[in-house]
């Protein structure tokens, strides 16, 4: 099959939703199949916000050691083959429908041997080529991050695991995962392996259930929050290297300076620095490369600012993340006016999005849905808007909203678009870009 076809196919597969949620019928399949996931180690990172942000710092890192590196991550936002990353350069477009193609006859004949368990679901299909696609290719070291969860997540399956990582838990996915913050860190804290590194960024009570956890495996944990000063006590040089670039860090948003640094002590746990003793006896990573690789990462999406539109990218979908966001608007950019183009799901928590997001002077657009999923419902969006004092404006679309801001704004005044990855997918359509590298130049 061409990638189109590959494509179509892949969002032909169903979701997985089966009531009793297991790894049961991913881990038959890749046992069947010469256990690709094994024949490479890996940094497998879970969390509720910054765990892609995590994983992309992570292989950027790895990536300085002159290791091939491998990344998945998700979900994507213009591209299929942003998911699949070796070396920094996403899959091609003839590279993914070959294994598409390949996998497809597996599945197939994986769901007649075993009827019972059927065909793989999409994301365990993504899991899958991720898999088979690096394995392939040799890679050594691969940066991988939980789709949903961690405990029943496809990505669970690996075992040949330098370390994994945490990054913070906060309320999402809450019909999913639990209705407490303790049920949500026990489904993320399922990724712990026996004997394995966990590094997290957690605190409060879920960062108990993560050490309970932890103890009961024999984990060593590493806790890595601004409450214990990122661990940095114990490890003086890196901290105070990542502090003299806290500034360059920050300008990508205040909340990856927490991602950065437990992305430093992932390298670290794993003994992958030059300065420590690595388990196959070479000295791989020089810390100042690695902090090169952090200050020049880019990562679409997050706290992206597009200078000759004065609009910033944020794909901030739940309560926490959007607070991140405002925290950061305020701190980088100056308490001024801000022109929101909004949506989210109606399964998210949509008031306290928005009453997050706003403060009084700011302006408000509304979108109509931008596809077939449900989303919150503009009317009592636009209610709480108002309640605070802010104008909410209803928008026929993207396109409309950029429109709207752009006439109604200062010519210093930015526009930001958040509440969904659907939001930023159609302003970067709407900016003419066709892949998320167009927003480099």
Not at 252 to 274: C, E, M, P, R, V
Not at 385 to 397: D, H, M, P, T, Y
Request: one cysteine or more.
């Amino acid at each position: 099959m061409n990638y189109r076809e590959a494509v179509q196919y892949i969002e032909s597969l169903s979701l997985n939703t089966e009531k009793r949620p297991s790894l049961e019928r991913i881990e038959k399949f890749l046992f069947c199949n010469d256990s690709p996931q094994n024949k490479f180690k890996s940094m497998h990172v879970a969390g509720t916000n910054g765990k892609g942000s995590t994983v992309a710092m992570v292989a950027s890192i790895l990536r300085t050691g002159g290791l091939k590196t491998g990344r998945f991550i998700g979900p994507h936002l213009l591209r299929l083959n942003e998911r699949f990353h070796i070396n920094g350069q996403p899959i091609t477009d003839d590279e993914l429908a070959k294994q598409v193609t390949r996998l497809k006859e597996k599945n197939d004949r994986f769901a007649k041997e075993y009827p019972v368990l059927g065909s793989l679901s999409w994301f365990e299909f993504l899991t899958a080529i991720a898999f088979f696609y690096f394995a392939d290719n040799s890679v050594e070291a691969a940066a991988i991050e939980v789709g949903l969860g961690g405990r029943y997540d496809a990505t669970n399956v690996l075992k040949n695991i330098y370390a994994s990582g945490i990054t913070n838990i906060a309320f999402d996915h809450e019909r999913i995962l639990g209705s407490s913050l303790e049920e949500i860190a026990a489904e993320k804290a399922g990724i712990i392996k026996p004997g394995v590194p966990i590094v997290t960024g957690a605190s409060g009570v879920a960062l108990k259930v993560i050490a309970e956890k932890a103890k009961q495996l024999n984990s060593p944990l590493m806790i890595c929050n601004s409450e214990n000063n990122y661990n940095f006590a114990t490890n003086k040089i890196m901290g105070a290297s990542l502090k003299q670039i806290e500034h360059e860090i920050c300008r990508h948003g205040l909340y990856q300076y927490d991602n950065s640094a437990l992305a430093l002590n992932l390298i670290s746990t794993a003994g992958l620095f030059d300065s420590e003793s690595s388990d196959n006896g070479k000295q791989i990573i020089v810390l100042e490369k690695a902090l090169d690789a952090l200050k020049n990462l880019y990562w679409p999406g997050r706290f992206q600012i597009v200078h000759s539109e004065n609009l910033v990218l944020d794909c901030a979908h739940n309560p926490a993340c959007i607070q991140s966001l405002r925290n950061s608007l305020d701190a980088l950019l100056g308490e001024q006016p801000f022109h929101f183009i909004f949506a989210c799901y109606s399964d998210k928590d949509g008031a306290t999005m928005v009453k997050s997001l706003l403060t009084p002077g700011d302006y408000l657009y509304l979108v109509e849905p931008l596809g077939l999923r449900p989303f919150f419902p503009n009317e009592a969006l636009a209610n709480i808007a108002e309640e605070i004092g802010v104008s909410a404006i209803l928008a026929r679309s993207i396109a409309d909203a950029l429109l709207q801001a752009k006439a109604k704004r200062k010519k210093s005044e930015y526009i930001v678009a958040t509440g969904s990855f659907s939001v930023i997918k159609t302003v970067m359509e709407n900016l003419g870009w066709r892949t998320v590298e167009d927003g480099i130049k």
